[in-house]
């Protein structure tokens, strides 16, 4: 069965740092293109990384260079690394896996991330 599990999350002050991992298993293999959404409460669900076999990665426009999503193939992990975290990244982070021409979209059950001081 697949699973993602992220990990990770907590409270952090503003400018701090937090690494979350997404450990995937069953039928996701992290070679393929992985990303990282964000949601608030009653928002919509926003892209935060995404990163493309190939290596390629897009970002939302508020990481503005903060954040880093990165994999082990080995391992088959995800990693979202965040830097200068400020108040407006509170939100529940949740690890996808994109929907492709074999596999069916996969969601972690997602983490909170608390920015404040």
């Known amino acids: 069965q697949a699973r993602l599990v992220e990990s990770g999350g907590g409270w952090v002050q503003p400018g701090g740092s937090l690494r979350l991992s997404c450990a995937a298993s069953?039928?996701?293999?992290?070679?393929?293109?992985m990303a990282w959404f964000r949601q608030v409460l009653g928002k919509q669900r926003e892209l935060v990384a995404r990163?493309?076999?190939?290596?390629?990665?897009n970002y939302g426009d508020f990481v503005k260079g903060r954040f880093t999503i990165s994999r082990d193939t080995a391992r088959n992990m995800v990693y979202l690394q965040m830097n200068n975290l400020k108040a407006d990244d509170t939100a529940v982070y949740y690890c996808?896996?994109?929907?492709?021409?074999?596999?069916?979209?996969?969601w972690g059950q997602g983490i909170q991330v608390t920015v404040s001081s």
């Open positions: 996808n896996a994109p929907s492709s021409i074999v596999s069916p979209e996969y």
């Open positions: 069953g039928n996701v293999f992290v070679m393929n293109t």
């Open positions: 990163l493309t076999p190939g290596g390629n990665t």
